[in-house]
């Protein structure tokens, strides 16, 4: 059975840092792996994704700020998030997306206080 679980959320002060971990278990993921949020009364949305070879890329409003990285030997994926907003808080998800629907984690709340 294919899992993914998130963990490494929490409250964090307007610019500190949090580091998100996600555990894959069920098979090697080789592919396109990613984060997702999804904020309170918004739509979910794209945070980052890391191919299989390492090529990254970032949502607009986390650019510079927000780092994606994987270990593929451990079938591990994190996100490191630096100089957090207020609007950064949401649930996270750990997210394999392609070929959709994909397979998702349960999420992890993030808090950002101002």
Do not use: H
């Not at 997702?36 to 070879?53: D, F, H, M, N």
């Not at 650019?63 to 949401?90: C, H, W």
């Not at 649930?91 to 394999?96: D, F, K, S």
Request: charged letters at 15%.
């Amino acid at each position: 059975q294919v899992q993914l679980v998130e963990s490494g959320g929490g409250l964090a002060q307007a610019g500190g840092s949090l580091r998100l971990s996600c555990a894959a278990s069920g098979t090697m993921f080789v592919g396109t792996m990613g984060w997702y949020r999804r904020a309170p009364g918004k739509e979910r949305e794209l945070v980052a994704l890391i191919s299989g070879s390492g090529s990254t890329n970032y949502a607009t409003p986390v650019k510079g700020r927000f780092t994606i990285s994987r270990d593929s030997a451990k079938n591990l994926v994190y996100l490191q998030m630096n100089s957090l907003k207020p609007e950064d808080t949401a649930v996270y998800y750990c997210a394999v997306p392609f070929p959709p629907p994909g397979y998702w984690g349960q999420g992890t709340q993030v808090t950002v206080s101002s």
